[in-house]
């Protein structure tokens, strides 16, 4: 089961530094993420989600890929992968992974114009490690769909206030 933490973050730049230390986390097996998005909203309130791949391009690639390799069997490369690159694109466009974009961005209207949002979402975590990780970075939890101890935990930690550490291996 997967569990879903947002956090305010007075800057882009930190909600992308805090991003950073997750993704070294995961690389270090701490923590696994199943998605990690940064929300801005800018001074005319308008939300945009940076999001740790982009389906669109991915989707041009591997279009291109396949439409190349059909083209050449149908002896018409080019045209193969301009329809391949195109259908990819289409196709990553139209691809949603992780959390729901829609409800990231009516989450985030919530935020001060000029702030970010950190929307992550954790499969597996080792608790104290990355409470440990993410001590004194600042930022308010926003929602979350952790109990109210491990919730409360994950706050301190971010305040760089000591706070019991809940025994559970999920966070």
Excluded: C
């Excluded at 990819?88 to 829609?102: A, M, Q, R, S, W």
């Amino acid at each position: 089961m997967s569990d879903l933490v947002v956090i305010a973050f007075p800057t882009e730049a930190k909600a992308e530094e805090v991003r950073q230390k997750l993704l070294a986390m995961q690389k270090e097996y701490l923590i696994e993420l199943g998605d990690a998005v940064v929300a801005v909203k800018d001074a005319q309130g308008h939300i945009k989600l940076n999001q740790l791949i982009n389906t669109t391009a991915a989707g041009a690639v591997s279009g291109t890929f396949w439409g190349t390799l059909i083209g050449l069997i149908f002896l018409m490369p080019l045209v193969g992968a301009a329809l391949g690159a195109a259908s990819g694109t289409l196709g990553g466009y139209l691809t949603d992974v992780g959390i729901d974009d829609k409800w990231m961005k009516e989450t985030a209207a919530a935020i001060q114009p000029g702030t970010a949002a950190l929307f992550v979402l954790v499969r597996k975590v080792t608790a104290d490690k990355v409470l440990e990780g993410l001590k004194g970075e600042g930022g308010t939890v926003l929602k979350t769909s952790l109990d109210h101890t491990k919730e409360a935990a994950l706050q301190a930690a971010l305040a760089n206030v000591q706070a019991a550490v809940p025994p559970s291996p999920s966070v």
